[in-house]
């Protein structure tokens, strides 16, 4: 008789470093306002506080995969080059070059991967995913500077009803908000085998 199986699937964790670093930059942004007045200044102030939590968002898990995805998008595009060069018969082909029939020892290559076919990266696919990442910057961007604005205009509003410290306010309930979202991450494989998930 077949046994059923009960098993608890954890599609997302919570980075409570990722979450702190997303709150207090966020907080510490929209308060800006209520320090300085200078716009100048502001944005001085505002590329400090950017600029900080990147460096603090690249020491957390989530940064650290970001690292590795570009890395490994790198490897993807730079690896058809070095395949070619070898098809072709270059360094790489005359260097490992032998004989037929001679140097066959039936070892098994130091790269388990070199017999299967790598993606290709054609030009016009190069382009397309250059393309994309500018069409995503630029909404993304558009998309902040809308935000950014109408908070501006909320922590204003706050100040002409005679509300101390308006814009810090705005930054606590955009950083409490930036940091429940900015905390949750996509479970990863070590974080599913300590579930038990098989």
């Not at 072709?88 to 005359?94: E, I, M, T």
């Not at 070059?97 to 066959?104: K, L, R, S, V």
């Not at 204003?156 to 949750?184: C, D």
């Amino acid at each position: 008789m077949q046994e059923n199986r009960t098993e608890t699937i954890r599609p997302w964790t919570f980075d409570a470093r990722s979450a702190a670093v997303y709150g207090l930059v966020t907080a510490a942004w929209y308060s800006v306002p209520d320090l300085v007045e200078r716009r100048s200044t502001r944005a001085l102030l505002k590329t400090v506080c950017g600029v900080s939590g990147i460096a603090l968002l690249l020491r957390t898990v989530e940064g650290r995969q970001a690292l590795e995805g570009v890395r490994r998008l790198r490897d993807t595009v730079r690896e058809p080059g070095r395949d070619d060069d070898a098809r072709v018969g270059g360094p790489a082909s005359v260097a490992g070059a032998a004989a037929p029939g001679e140097g066959d020892s039936g070892e098994v290559p130091d790269n388990a991967l070199h017999g299967l076919t790598p993606v290709e990266i054609t030009p016009a696919g190069r382009t397309a995913v250059a393309t994309g990442a500018v069409v995503v910057l630029g909404v993304t961007t558009a998309l902040a500077v809308v935000g950014e604005k109408v908070a501006y205009r909320w922590g204003e509003r706050l100040r002409a009803r005679g509300v101390r410290a308006p814009h810090a306010r705005v930054g606590l309930v955009l950083g409490a908000a930036a940091g429940i979202l900015g905390g949750l991450a996509p479970a990863s494989d070590a974080d599913e085998q300590d579930s038990g998930i098989d």
